[in-house]
């Protein structure tokens, strides 16, 4: 039962590449998330998607992209990576869309440079 | 602006002893409350949470403390082990039907407990 798995766990950019991350979800769950998490912030919502087929932006969406285009898989993309893109990025996802069940991946360490 | 305030970014604390970790939000609107734990190199882990129309949750030795009036969230760890040193992130969310479950952390204090 592997719950949610990120990949890749890090990568380096180069400023202006583009790169995509995958969460997948072995546990049948409507809804998906992405975080970032920065030093003093916390993490902050970027985008999220509450089925198949749909996504909303979140609280940080500049510069992200995203799709769902099957349940079990979010896919987040930044088309051309800037240095304020370095961060922690956390998949999350939850059976119910309610703030208790969330389930988070281990992370992807992106840094650009 | 930040809406979940955590503004201890670090408190160290003696086994046996007790851990007290704050929490300060502005939005009124928020009335569901949590606090995750997180290990380097991990995903953040549920630990706790606590509904607004209650004060206090317990859950072994965890308790979350809340107050509307001053909103106010506090977790207390008793006694405080060393595998709890982490970080703590509290979270807020609302459980109205737009939420969609999203969560609005605090920054994060990172607890140490000492042998």
């Known amino acids: 039962n592997a719950g949610v798995t990120q990949t890749p766990k890090f990568r380096v950019l180069k400023t202006g590449q583009s790169m995509t991350l995958l969460c997948a979800q072995d546990?049948?769950?409507?809804?998906m998330y992405w975080y970032r998490q920065d030093p003093g912030m916390g993490l902050r919502l970027i985008h999220y998607s509450v089925g198949e087929g749909t996504t909303a932006k979140g609280e940080v969406p500049d510069g992200y992209n995203v799709s769902r285009l099957k349940k079990q898989n979010f896919l987040l993309g930044l088309e051309s990576a800037a240095p304020s893109q370095t961060s922690v990025y956390f998949c999350?996802?939850?059976?119910?869309?309610?703030?208790?069940?969330?389930?988070f991946g281990s992370g992807t360490r992106l840094t650009v440079v | 602006d930040q809406q979940v305030k955590q503004n201890s970014p670090s408190l160290s604390v003696q086994e046996g002893r007790i851990s007290i970790l704050n929490c300060d939000y502005t939005n009124s609107m928020f009335d569901y409350f949590l606090w995750y734990k997180k290990y380097p190199a991990e995903g953040p882990t549920f630990l706790i949470s606590?509904?607004?129309?209650?004060d206090k949750n317990e859950d072994g030795r965890f308790t979350v403390f809340l107050n509307k009036s001053a909103k106010h969230l506090s977790l207390h760890i008793v006694p405080s082990q060393p595998g709890d040193s982490a970080v703590y992130f509290c979270?807020?969310?609302?459980?109205?039907?737009?939420?969609?479950?999203?969560?609005?952390f605090g920054q994060g204090t990172i607890l140490t407990v000492h042998p």
């Open positions: 979270a807020a969310s609302y459980l109205g039907g737009t939420s969609y479950g999203k969560l609005t």
């Open positions: 546990m049948n769950h409507e809804y």
């Open positions: 999350a996802s939850s059976f119910s869309g309610t703030p208790y069940g969330y389930t």
């Open positions: 606590i509904s607004s129309i209650k």
